[in-house]
């Protein structure tokens, strides 16, 4: 890098992030993991939580939940 650095060195020295939702995949540039109570958690955007984070115990379903009528 030299003393005045060009644009292209600029956008050399920023690390690459995926604009995904780790944890989802839904499409959210802003996510972040914040630290709450010890637990490390995923925010779309540092407020609203990731509904499949698993620190909150969220695990898909094996299989279809039978409807009772």
């Keep these: ?3 005045r650095p060009s644009c292209w060195d600029l956008l050399d020295a920023a690390p ?3 604009p995904r939702c780790p944890g989802c995949g ?3 540039p802003a ?3 914040v630290d ?3 637990l490390s958690v995923v925010t779309h ?3 609203l939580i990731c509904p499949r984070d698993h620190s909150f115990g ?3 379903a094996p299989a279809p939940l ?3 009528a």
């Design 66 to 68: 039978a409807v009772v």
């Design 31 to 33: 996510w972040v993991r």
């Design 26 to 28: 839904a499409y959210a």
């Design 36 to 38: 709450i109570d010890g």
């Design 45 to 47: 955007d540092g407020d």
């Design 16 to 18: 690459a992030r995926s």
């Design 58 to 60: 969220y695990s898909p």
């Design 1 to 3: 890098m030299s003393l």
